[in-house]
């Protein structure tokens, strides 16, 4: 086998960026949990001792968990969200009676592949099979830039917000059976600033 051509790389780390940025603000805006888009959401990775590195406006947290108790604050922290009958989870704190409706628009983003046979807790048998010419195994950074709305009463607020993701394989994505809507690539880092 080969290693994946630049073309390749390239259609790969811009399917996967879209998607990525499409899906994650999407649930950010409706306050759905993120937790699921990090590694430590996968057993593959923290079996494997590997935890996502989360720096918000300059302070690290040591999980998932941690950047939603903010963003949860960030919204008045009137609300909690919930599961509904089909596991899905809601918020109304980002649609109507919150102190502040947040919204995240993206103006940009921008992917570039770091390494194109990125291995670090992949199973044996993936291992096993060598270089991916389909660009299965790349890792990417993403930078993403937009505006923070912050909608409070008596005035809304907008301010430029950067992004910036280390996205890896979803080893559960590369099995032979991946579950339904299973994520692709997961968050390895995240450096997010307010400026």
């Known amino acids: 086998m080969s290693y994946p051509t630049e073309e390749t790389e390239v259609k790969t780390s811009s399917d996967g960026a879209q998607t990525f940025v499409d899906w994650y603000y ?3 805006n409706e ?5 699921p888009y990090y590694v430590n959401a ?8 590997v935890a996502a590195d989360i720096t918000i406006n300059g302070a690290h947290l040591a999980q998932p968990s941690d950047f939603e108790a903010l963003l949860h604050q960030q919204r008045g922290g009137n ?10 989870s809601s918020s109304s704190s980002t649609r109507s009676s919150g102190k502040t409706r947040v919204r995240y628009e993206l103006d940009s983003f921008d992917a570039q592949v770091i390494n194109d046979d990125y291995l670090v807790a992949a199973p044996e048998h993936i291992r096993s099979k060598g270089p991916d010419r389909s660009g299965g195994r790349i890792s990417m950074v993403v ?21 910036v993701f280390v996205l890896v394989p979803n080893w559960d994505a590369r099995s032979r059976n991946p579950p339904r809507n299973v994520k692709r690539f997961l968050i390895a880092s995240q450096n997010y600033r307010t400026l």
């Open 26 to 28: 999407r649930d950010l």
């Open 79 to 88: 609300s909690t969200p919930t599961t509904g009958t089909n596991g899905a």
């Open 42 to 49: 996968n057993t593959k990775y923290s079996t494997a001792g």
């Open 143 to 163: 930078t993403v830039m937009g505006i923070l709305h912050l909608e409070t009463e008596p005035e809304a607020t907008r301010k430029t917000f950067s992004d």
């Open 31 to 35: 306050g759905r949990p993120l937790a």
